[in-house]
């Protein structure tokens, strides 16, 4: 099957800073079904023209959510798991066990995402393993890879906890 299920997974952008990164992500999140969330403050405007470019007639069927601060958007995500993604990180993010309704969250291309955050949970810091001495992935690069692995993760769980269904010639 090629075609992706339906899921409850989010991605979260914690203070963007680059318009195109952001309409990357947003086209992304279209095209994987997933919700995105913006928490500001932003480097860019929503109606910049560099984010419509990226995303490009993708953006009217985006499920878009924008937390005013980063107070905001976590009493938005209340209990639920989340997964932060950071070069801090030390955890490779293929060894996350990511489930269904988690979220993804990815900071600024200058600043990451804040220690604030990251100390909350360290366990679920995870970090995109890369060449050693390499400084970091693009933002919408790191996004699709941590997005489409949680995907894939998700799906393989579910296909363990799956009973094979009956044949009736088995009988």
């Not at 203070?15 to 195109?20: D, F, L």
Request: glycine share 6%; charged share 25%; with cysteine.
């Amino acid at each position: 099957m090629t075609d992706l299920q339906p899921h409850n997974l989010k991605v979260a952008l914690v203070h963007p800073q680059i318009a195109p990164n952001t309409g990357n992500i947003a086209r992304l999140c279209v095209a994987t079904g997933t919700e995105l969330h913006l928490v500001r403050p932003m480097g860019f405007v929503l109606d910049d023209k560099e984010i419509r470019r990226s995303a490009m007639d993708y953006w009217p069927r985006l499920r878009l959510r924008v937390h005013d601060d980063l107070t905001a958007f976590l009493s938005h995500v209340g209990d639920r798991r989340m997964w932060m993604f950071s070069t801090k990180g030390t955890r490779p993010h293929w060894r996350a066990d990511f489930h269904d309704g988690d979220w993804l969250v990815f900071g600024s291309e200058t600043h990451g995402l804040p220690s604030s955050l990251l100390d909350r949970d360290p366990m679920r810091v995870v970090r995109i393993p890369q060449a050693p001495g390499e400084r970091c992935l693009n933002l919408s690069t790191a996004a699709g890879i941590g997005l489409y692995e949680a995907l894939r993760d998700r799906r393989k769980s579910e296909s363990r906890n799956q009973k094979p269904e009956s044949n009736p010639n088995d009988e």
